[in-house]
């Protein structure tokens, strides 16, 4: 063990991230290669092992150096048997054997983990974690996803479910509708396109005027970060839309803080680039809805490891199992 | 360890229970004594300390029958230091350090942990929780309590304010004031209490009438039981009430569900003896305000231990220190 390596993959609809990791965490060397998602997604996992092979002679090693490989990928997975139950952007057709396949193709241990709770664990590890063993990340991205780690171990639920803070219900009547079928979801309005859709309504009430407005006009669209810029440099619209959805971060999240109380709460994906303003926002929200200890006692932070959590994550996988066997 | 017992101690501010516990989770005996709190609570851990030397005696046993004991207190706890940090019903002044105080007195091991949550280990252990490793746990009182077991273990948080499911924020908004200096808690409108404001606010409603209307007009006042066993009997009044409570509970419950898809939500606590009828109502608004597979692999459910949830929650601390030894 002492001196191997891991490989992390963090599997991705457009791309798959690789790095060889330490068993301290430190990246080796770090690479990416295209996802071939055509023909049901049949060299997905040919790709990915001759990918590391070839990076393993590149470095001089063949795979005894390796200890194994941890991968993360989109979707909800059957832990049991190393099954994704299905994937909408791989190609793949539902409840594809992730693990086996791999495992076959590298003749490596091979764990697999759902990207969103790979990325909190890379957090936990190496990043603005820090070894937390309560600790919360939520990603604003397109949607808003979740990872949650308790007694420093990521929790999964009874059917890999847990972590859907996106589908945390913050407006309980009359709330938008989400792509998961419900209505008032955190997503509809704390996720890149949430923001866009508050604020175009924002912008189509009579007499909305300002910087946003103007760049609304001359582009003929505007993006989440358009409208954290213009929240910053005053933009009274962009700044009513921003705090709206802060509001409800803020209320979803402090509901979080007053079940589990974790260590962090880590901002992570596009929209946390607006970083330190957006904590801002957040926090005067979180502080009015946590119980007093809570509020006390967990900090809302940004995420520090950017795209590579899911790559750290991922490795941890195979680091933790080689500790606990 | 084989053939040993735990003596597992749930300590009240009226009662202190205890029971012997064998490593399977079996009652050898249980039994309860007046909890002593005059003089600053100096007797609490002296009569403990008796309290189960006597019984050990009447079995004809010496304490290395004992394995240990484990003992549920209220109140938040430094688990580093074994120290109650503040308890308003026990006499005891701040940082009380109940651990080092009855290992001295017993010669025994001594683990000590919050009542709410030992309550959750023990519907863990032996209960309805039959073994879950994701677990939630709520007791609906005076006020709201919560137990939140993840990974086979509970989950404290930074400061042990981990489980304060009661100060969830269910109405951000023009929330009633809340005991914890906050407004809209879920307690505010689910706890014993919570429901008897919302009936007295429903029977000042002018035209209220039925029921319940007349059970106030008899009786001066009313009780939550009052209230779901009227809605039982299908007086409208009450059945708002009830419904109201039931929303709340069902939002809260749901968005913890999103966040940890526990495979089982166990209810708990004297609202909670309305059984059936109340887990019937919150699952309707669970069920809406649950992710689809959340919704469909969490389960809804009656604590099955009763007052004995707490010391057999007590006694697994033993029991799990000794196996993860």
Known sequence: MAGQWVAGVDLGGTTTKFAFITMDGEIVEKWEI?????????????NIADSISGKLKGHGKDKEQLAGIGIGAPGPIDYENGIILNTVNLGWQDY???????????????????????????????????????????TLGTGVGGGII???????????????????????FGGAPCNCGKTGCLETVASATGIVRLAM??????????????QYRVKGSITAKDVFD????????????????????GLALANIANTLNPEKIVFGGGVSKSG?????LVKTHFDRFAFTSVRNSTKLTLASLENHAGVIGAAWLIKNKLENN
């Open 201 to 214: 309504e924002a912008l189509r009430e009579p007499g909305a005027a300002g910087e946003l407005a103007e």
């Open 150 to 172: 308790a007694n420093g171990n990521i929790v999964r639920g009874i059917y890999g479910a847990a972590g859907e803070i996106g589908h945390i219900t913050v407006i309980p």
């Open 34 to 46: 295209p996802t071939d998602n055509r023909d049901e997604g049949k060299n997905i996992t040919l």
């Open 276 to 280: 330190d303003f957006l904590i801002s």
């Open 96 to 138: 594809f054997p992730l693990q086996a396949s791999l495992q076959e193709l590298t003749a490596l241990p091979v764990l697999i983990e759902n990207d969103a709770n790979c990325a909190a664990l890379g957090e936990m590890w190496m990043g603005a974690g820090n070894g937390a063993a309560d600790l919360v990340c939520v």
């Open 230 to 249: 213009c929240a910053l440099s005053g933009d009274l619209v962009s700044k009513k839309v921003a705090d709206m959805a802060a509001l409800h971060l």
